[in-house]
Nanobody, 124 residues
Framework: VQLQASGGGLVQAGGSLRLSCAVS????????VGWFRQASGKLREFVAA??????????FYTEAVKGRFTISRDNAKNSVSLQMSSLKPEDTAVYYC????????????????WGQGTLVTVSS
């Protein structure tokens, strides 16, 4: 399984960015793709995840981004996007996508595959 993250950049506070994670090689009817972030000097933290199992899809968000971030899946492109709006300086971090062939987990150690990080910088 390979993951390729893209879409980071510099944006002013209040602005928007869209991150994408291209997923290749995945198998299984239950799958989760999550986004994590790591700010300078801090631990990696869960941001959002989307799980599909059969015909059902579930999404999860950390409290700090609820109402501002939206995670979605594009079946045709085998990708997962994270639409980030109303960005704040505290959203500045390297964002990583990760995947696991199981239901959602908020723990980074439960994910088996990781993409490279993409830097998001929000200026005040």
């Amino acid at each position: 399984v390979q993951l390729q993250a893209s879409g980071g950049g510099l944006v002013q506070a209040g602005g928007s960015l869209r991150l994408s994670c291209a997923v290749s090689g995945r198998t299984g009817s239950t799958y989760t793709v999550g986004w994590f972030r790591q700010a300078s000097g801090k631990l990696r933290e869960f941001v959002a995840a989307i799980t599909w199992s059969g015909a059902s899809t579930y999404s999860f968000y950390t409290e700090a981004v609820k109402g501002r971030f939206t995670i979605s899946r594009d079946n045709a492109k085998n990708s997962v996007s994270l639409q980030m709006s109303s960005l704040k300086p505290e959203d500045t971090a390297v964002y990583y996508c990760a995947s696991r062939a199981a239901m959602t987990s908020l723990r980074s150690t439960d994910y088996d595959y990781w993409g490279q990080g993409t830097l998001v910088t929000v200026s005040s």
